[in-house]
C-alpha cells in the first residue's frame, strides 16, 4: 500500500473517534429518553465503516442500512444535523421525518439509510448506473450486514453490476450476527466468495478491525471501479460491542464473554492509536483528537437541544415536489 | 394529426423525451428488441430495434429479469441525475418489487427530508381480458393509490397516452403508468407534435346532464358506448375519465356530480378499496345532498380472474353493465338481468 499522508491518517482516526463518541452519546440519550425509539451503534465497527468511507472520494456515492450513524459521519457529515435528526429536531438532517433509520446528507454523497434490511443496496447500485451512463467518474458503495447478505435482492443486484461493469461496491459489514442469529447458522458458505458466481472479485478482510486493510482493500475496489473495470464485493470481518439496539434486552446469551474479550482486544480505535503512536504522532496530539471528537459531539448535542422541534406542517411537506399533489 | 395506435402513441412519446433530453433512459426485460412494442418506430408495433440503433446500448438498457433490482436501481439512478423509464412489461409483476415501490421509490424523497428527487416513470400493461389466467390478468393500480408519495396515471386514449407520458417523464416525482392491454390497438388522430396532458387533469369523454359515469382506463370506451346506448333512450350521461389516478382531480368529479346528481363508477380493478370506493366515498363526503340516487359501482367482483374465455368475459365492467347501473340510478327499468361485475 502507497504510504497515507499525516493528514490522512489523523483524519481516519478523528473519523473513527467521531463515531464512537457520537454513538455512545446516542446510546445514552436513548436510555434516557432523550432520543425517541432506538438507534443501532456502529461501536466496535468504526475501522470498518471508516476504512470505506475513505476510501470513497467526496463526490462518490453511498447507501446504508439500519445501523446507520457511522456511514454518514464517516462520509463526512456534520454530527449536528445528524444528532438533531436523531431526536427529531427541525434542523435535522432530514427535517426530523427520517431519524436515526433514515439518515441521508445528499451534499456528502449519503443518498439514504434504511431500515429494511437489504433494501438500499439497489439504491447504490443506481447510482453507479447514472455515473456510468452520465459518465461523470463517480463511484458508488452499498454497506450491508451479514443478514442482509441473505436477501435476493443483493444477487440481483450484483448480476446487473456485473454485467454492465457498473462503479459499484458491495460492502458486507459481517458483524457475525444478525440481531440474535449467528451468521454461520444462516449463511450457506463465505459471503464474499459468492462474488465469484458473478464474475466479479470477493475480497474478505480478516483483519476488519485494521482501519488501514479496510481501506487497503476498499481502495481497490474503487479503483477497479474508477477504471471502469466493474464492482467488488468486499467483505468485512468486524464485530459489534452494543446489543442490536440499544435498550434492547433479549434475555438471551446468543453471545459469549470469551467472544467479546478477545474482540475488545482488538479494539479498532486502540489499534489503530498504537500504529499512529509508532509513526509519528504524539500522545498529545492522539489525545487532542479524542477531546476534539468529544467536543464535536458536544457541540452537536448543544445545537440539537437549541433547535425548536418542526412545525406540524412539515409532516405535510416534502412528499411530492408540489405540494398540491398530497391530499 | 396522425392516426396513432395507443401502444404507437407510447411509443412517439418515449421517442420524444429520449430526443429531448439525454437524461432519459429506457430500461427493461427485452426493450432492445421491442417485444413490448414501444421501443420501436413511431407510429406501431413496428421497426423492431428502432430505439436501439437510435439511441445505443446507453440508452436502452436490457435488464435481467430483476424486477426488485430493476426498480430499485432505476430509483438510485433517479436520485443520481437520470430519468430512468422502466418497462416492466405487465403489470403483475410489479409485485415482485414491492419493496422497491413502497419503501424506496415512494418514502426516500419524504423521509429524506426533499433531498431526493425521483424522476422516473414505470410503465406496465394490464393484460386483462386476454385469456392468459390468473398470473398475467391484474388491474393493481389501487393497491399503489393506497402508498403516498407514487403517482399513478391510467390513459384511455392514444392521445392521453402520448400526453400524460410526456407529463409523467417530466415529473420530478415517481410515476406509475398502468396501460390497458385491451386498449393497445386503439387508433385515433394524435398530434404528432409534442404536447404534454398535465396530471392531475380530468377528460370530460362525453358531455351530459342527467347522470355522471366516471370511468378508468378500459372502462371508458365501455362507458362512452353505454351512454350512446341510454341517448336513444333519452338519458343524457356525462363520461369523465380522471385519466390520473394520483392525484385525482376531485373537482371534475365533484362538478359533474354536482351537476347530474347521480354517479356511476366503473373500473377493471377489484371492488374491494378500488378507485371506484374511493371516488364514491369522495361524493357521498362531499356533495351528498346533490346526490337523486344511490352511487352505483360497477368493477371486477373480489374475484381471481379465471382462464377460460367463457368464464372470463363476465369478469370487467362492459357496456352493458355499465348501461344496466346508469338505467337503475335513473330508475328506468332493468332491460334484462344482468348478473355479473355490478
Ligand atoms: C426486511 C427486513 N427484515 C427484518 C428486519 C428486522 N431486522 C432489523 S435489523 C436485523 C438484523 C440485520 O442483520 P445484519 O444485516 O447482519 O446487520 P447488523 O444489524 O448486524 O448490522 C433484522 C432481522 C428488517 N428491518 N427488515
Ligand atoms: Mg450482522
Given amino acids: ?50 476504512g470505506a468511507t475513505m476510501a470513497l472520494g467526496a463526490g462518490d456515492y453511498m447507501s446504508g442500512n439500519h445501523r446507520s450513524h457511522g456511514h454518514p459521519i464517516g462520509k463526512g457529515s456534520p454530527l449536528g444535523p445528524l444528532m438533531a435528526e436523531l431526536v427529531g429536531k427541525a434542523t435535522g438532517v432530514c427535517k426530523g421525518k427520517g431519524g436515526s433509520l433514515h439518515l441521508a446528507d445528499f451534499a456528502v454523497g449519503s443518498l439514504g439509510e434504511s431500515g429494511i434490511v437489504g433494501s438500499s443496496i439497489p439504491i447504490a447500485n443506481g447510482a453507479a448506473l447514472s455515473s456510468k451512463v452520465l459518465n461523470n467518474g463517480k463511484v458508488a458503495l452499498a454497506f450491508f450486514g451479514d443478514g442482509a447478505a441473505n436477501q435476493g435482492v443483493l444477487y440481483e443486484s450484483m448480476n446487473m453490476a456485473g454485467v454492465w461493469d457498473l462503479p459499484m461496491i458491495f460492502l458486507c459489514e459481517n458483524n457475525q450476527y444478525a440481531l440474535s442469529t449467528p451468521a454461520h447458522t444462516v449463511t450457506s458458505g463465505i459471503i464474499s466468495e459468492r462474488a465469484a458466481g458473478f464474475g466479479m472479485p470477493g475480497i474478505r478482510v480478516e483483519e476488519g478491525q485494521d482501519v488501514l486493510a479496510v481501506y487497503d482493500a476498499v481502495s481497490k475496489a474503487v479503483a477497479r471501479a474508477r477504471a471502469g473495470d466493474g464492482p467488488t464485493l468486499v467483505e468485512v470481518m468486524t464485530y459489534r460491542y452494543n446489543e442490536h439496539s440499544e435498550g434492547l434486552r433479549l434475555g438471551t446469551d446468543y453471545r459469549n464473554a470469551e467472544e467479546r474479550d478477545a474482540w475488545l482486544k482488538k479494539d479498532p480505535i ?22 476534539t471528537a468529544l467536543a464535536e459531539v458536544d457541540a452537536a448535542v448543544a445545537f440539537s437541544d437549541a433547535s425548536p422541534y418542526p412545525d406540524l406542517s412539515v409532516a405535510f411537506d416534502d412528499l411530492y415536489t408540489d405540494k398540491e399533489s398530497a391530499a | 394529426m396522425t392516426v396513432m395506435s395507443y401502444l ?17 433512459i429506457i430500461i427493461g426485460e427485452d426493450v432492445e428488441a421491442n417485444v413490448y412494442g414501444t421501443t420501436g418506430g413511431g407510429k406501431s408495433r413496428s421497426d423492431k430495434g428502432d430505439f436501439l440503433q437510435r439511441y445505443g446500448k446507453n440508452r436502452i438498457r436490457n435488464t435481467p429479469i430483476s424486477e426488485e433490482g430493476i426498480v430499485g436501481a432505476a430509483a438510485g439512478a433517479a436520485m443520481t441525475g437520470l430519468r430512468p423509464i422502466v418497462d416492466l412489461s405487465y403489470s403483475s409483476f410489479l409485485y415482485m418489487a414491492m419493496d422497491q415501490f413502497v419503501n424506496q421509490v415512494a418514502k426516500n424523497r419524504y423521509m429524506f427530508g426533499g433531498q431526493a428527487s425521483m424522476p422516473v416513470v414505470f410503465r406496465s400493461a394490464m393484460f386483462y381480458g386476454l ?4 398470473h398475467h390478468s391484474d388491474r393493481p393500480y389501487p393497491m399503489f393509490m393506497n402508498v403516498p408519495g407514487l403517482k399513478i396515471i391510467a390513459p384511455a386514449t392514444p392521445s392521453d397516452a402520448k400526453g400524460l407520458l410526456r407529463s409523467a417523464v417530466d415529473s420530478d416525482d415517481p410515476i406509475l403508468s398502468f396501460e390497458a392491454c385491451l386498449l393497445w390497438s386503439a387508433k385515433e388522430d394524435v398530434d404528432e407534435n409534442e404536447f404534454w396532458v398535465p396530471l392531475g387533469v380530468a377528460r370530460t369523454a362525453r358531455v351530459g346532464t342527467d347522470v355522471t359515469v366516471v370511468a378508468i382506463s378500459s372502462s371508458v370506451p365501455e362507458a362512452v358506448a353505454a351512454a350512446e346506448e341510454l341517448a336513444k333512450e333519452g338519458v343524457s350521461v356525462e363520461v369523465i375519465d380522471p385519466r390520473t389516478l394520483v392525484p385525482l382531480d376531485r373537482d371534475a368529479i365533484l362538478r359533474s356530480v354536482a351537476k347530474t346528481g347521480r354517479l356511476v363508477v366503473a373500473e377493471p380493478a377489484h371492488r374491494t378499496c378500488g378507485a371506484a370506493a374511493e371516488i364514491s366515498a369522495l361524493v357521498a363526503e362531499e356533495i351528498f345532498d346533490s346526490l337523486k340516487a344511490p352511487i352505483i359501482r360497477v368493477t371486477a367482483p373480489d374475484m381471481q380472474i379465471p382462464f377460460s374465455p367463457s368464464l372470463e368475459k363476465q369478469m370487467y365492467p362492459t357496456k352493458v353493465t355499465i348501461a344496466a347501473a346508469i338505467r337503475r340510478v335513473v330508475d328506468l327499468p332493468a332491460l334484462q338481468p344482468v348478473a355479473a361485475a355490478v
Fill in chain 1, 1 to 50: 500500500m502507497a504510504e497515507l499522508a499525516r493528514d490522512t491518517l489523523r483524519e481516519m482516526q478523528l473519523r473513527m473517534l467521531r463515531i464512537r463518541a457520537f454513538d455512545e452519546r446516542a446510546s445514552k440519550m436513548v436510555k434516557r429518553g432523550h432520543i425517541p425509539g432506538t438507534v443501532h451503534t456502529s461501536i466496535g465497527q468504526e475501522a470498518q465503516v471508516v
Fill in chain 1, 270 to 291: 486502540m489499534l489503530f492509536r498504537h500504529y499512529l503512536a509508532s509513526h509519528g504522532f504524539s500522545d498529545d496530539e492522539l489525545d487532542g483528537l479524542q477531546a
Fill in chain 2, 8 to 24: 404507437g402513441a407510447i411509443g412517439a412519446a418515449q421517442r420524444e423525451a429520449m430526443d429531448a433530453d439525454e437524461r432519459v
Fill in chain 2, 131 to 134: 385469456n392468459t389466467g390468473a
